[in-house]
Structures are given as C-alpha cells and as structure tokens.
C-alpha cells in the first residue's frame, strides 16, 4: 500500500537537544512538506520541498531545518533553537504542480520536552 | 497575505441532521480548494477537492461548494453520523505554494 510513514510517533527531546523526524513516501511524489499544529490550531507550514536536494521555508521556519538527498525522504531536525517545540508534527506529500491532486498526510509525530 | 477562517469552531448536532461547515479565505485567486478530517492524535484524511474553476463537488454524504468571487466553501454533510465526529479542515492552495489552512471546526455527532 502506498502512504507515508512518519516515525517516531512520539518523541521526547531533553533542553539543548536536537532531534530528527522521519518522514518517508512511496507514492512517487515530488513534493513533500512539514506542518505543526498546536491544540486548537490549524496546520503551519514549517518547510517544504518541490524536488530533491531543493526545500522552502514556511511561516514558521526558524529553530527548524530540512534536508532532501533523496525523492522518498524528508526528514526534519527540530533544533535546541526552538525554544518551544513542543506540538503534533504532520508530513505531506503531493505531486507539484497538479490542482486537481490532493495533499496526503502521515500519521504525525508527537513532541514533547522533558 | 491569504487568511482562511473556518465558522463554527465547534459544533454539536443529534444523529442524522444534515449540516453545514463554512470556510472563507481572503485572497481569491486560488488554485484549489480542499477539505479534510482529522480524527484526534491522527493526520488528515482527504474528503473533497474542488479545482478553481469547479464550484463543486460531491462524495457520498458529502457535498462542498466553491464561491471564489466571495471567497467562501461550505461542506454540507448530510444524514450525519456519530462516525461523522472529526475536526474538519479547509484549506486553500496557489499556483506555486503549499496550502493554507483554517484551523478548523471540531464536529460532535451524537446517538
């Protein structure tokens, strides 16, 4: 079955620690994205990427950074530069360029500071 | 800068009313618009997908409109179920640029 899957589904991250979170596709899409949502809240746009080794940032980029080495993966380091990190992290993916395409979401990871 | 505001936040209606969740964004010239459900600690399911040059579209109990003129979708649910209770998420997309979302409007379907 072809989806996304975003491990760990839940992390802790100590003070002045960096974690990664994996976001992996096999649907062949191009492009791939990374949301937070707090309670309450709608989805915001952390980074994305239309192709590989190429990323934007979003609205709320800083204390985050990306990389895109290959088509399936996009994973995100949340830096100890973030002062508050804690929220619900959603990956996405799409194929760039196509309006009648929808966005598909994984299951998202949880952080959580200790 | 595009806004997407989603009314009601929260709404809680009896099983099998036919309901209406409203979406309006402030820039009109939008590529598509889309609606999700997410169910609580889970990512987002696509419902419906309407294209700007479409002004609806319908999926089972599941009907959404496309106003671009006034900037305004609504998701009309009909014949509601308690399986029906999710949040529910507009959002809005432009050539070129990822989505936009409202923060959505929390549904409550009881027996």
């Known amino acids: 079955d072809g989806g996304i899957t975003q491990s760990p589904k839940y992390l802790f991250r100590k003070e002045g620690q960096n974690v990664t979170l994996s976001c992996e596709q096999n649907l062949n899409h191009d492009a791939m994205y990374w949301y937070r949502q707090d309670p309450g809240q709608g989805l915001r746009l952390i980074y994305y990427?239309?192709?590989?080794?190429?990323?934007q940032k979003g609205d709320i980029a800083e204390g985050y950074s990306v990389s895109r080495e290959k088509k399936e993966s996009f994973p995100l380091t949340v830096t100890s530069a973030q002062k508050n990190p804690t929220a619900f992290y959603l990956c996405?993916?799409?194929?760039?360029?196509?309006?009648?395409?929808?966005?598909?979401f994984g299951d998202g990871t949880r952080l959580s500071i200790l | 800068k595009q806004e997407v505001t989603q009314i009601p936040a929260a709404l809680s209606v009896p099983e099998g009313e036919n309901l209406v969740l409203n979406c309006s964004f402030t820039?009109?010239?939008?590529?598509?618009l889309q609606w999700f459900r997410q169910d609580p600690g889970k990512g987002l399911t696509s419902l419906l997908l309407i294209q700007s040059s479409q002004r609806e579209q319908t999926s089972g109990r599941l009907n959404a409109s496309l106003d671009k003129s006034s900037g305004r979708s609504t998701l009309y649910i009909a014949a509601s179920q308690p399986g029906d209770s999710a949040t529910y998420l507009c959002?809005?997309?432009?050539?070129?640029?990822?989505?936009?979302f409202g923060k959505g409007t929390t549904l409550s379907v009881s027996s």
């Open positions: 990427s239309q192709i590989v080794n190429d990323f």
């Open positions: 959002a809005v997309q432009k050539a070129g640029t990822a989505l936009i």
């Open positions: 996405a993916s799409s194929i760039w360029g196509a309006s009648n395409q929808p966005q598909h």
């Open positions: 820039d009109s010239a939008i590529y598509n």
